[in-house]
């Protein structure tokens, strides 16, 4: 994912809708892989809120974005999508994609562990 961005960031008032998109051309979805997003707020730590496993098909949002996030990889267009929808200001972030090669972790992997990391875009909620 060195190779790639993040795209769709922006400033949007609550309640409004983003979408995020990750071109990853050279990252290979034919192996078994782990991707998600991951975001880091001013003075906080980076975390991740949604991640997929290729080998399981699993699924899985932190729970401060479940039901308002949802997530996809495009095996086919090597992109991996965040639909992000009723934002509210604690969403506030910088929005970082990141990947790894292997099998299902059912959440999302520690930060250190992610070995693929795109450039992040950032995501301005107004109340």
């Known amino acids: 994912l060195r190779s790639s961005c993040a795209s769709g960031g922006g400033l949007v008032q609550a309640g409004g809708s983003l979408r995020l998109s990750c071109a990853a051309p050279?990252?290979?979805?034919?192996?078994?892989?782990?991707v998600g997003w991951f975001r880091q707020a001013p003075g906080k730590e980076r975390e991740g809120v949604s991640c997929?496993?290729?080998?399981?098909?699993?699924?899985y949002y932190s729970d401060s974005v479940k039901g308002r996030f949802t997530i996809a990889s495009d095996n086919a267009k090597n992109t991996v999508t965040l639909e992000m929808n009723n934002l509210q200001p604690g969403d506030t972030a910088v929005y970082y994609c990141?990947?790894?090669?292997?099998?299902?972790?059912?959440?999302?992997?520690?930060?250190?562990?992610?070995?693929?990391w795109g450039e992040g875009t950032q995501v301005t909620v107004s109340s």
């Open positions: 997929f496993s290729s080998s399981d098909g699993s699924l």
């Open positions: 050279q990252f290979n979805f034919r192996e078994d892989y782990v």
């Open positions: 990141a990947a790894r090669y292997g099998s299902s972790w059912h959440v999302c992997p520690p930060t250190y562990i992610m070995g693929y």
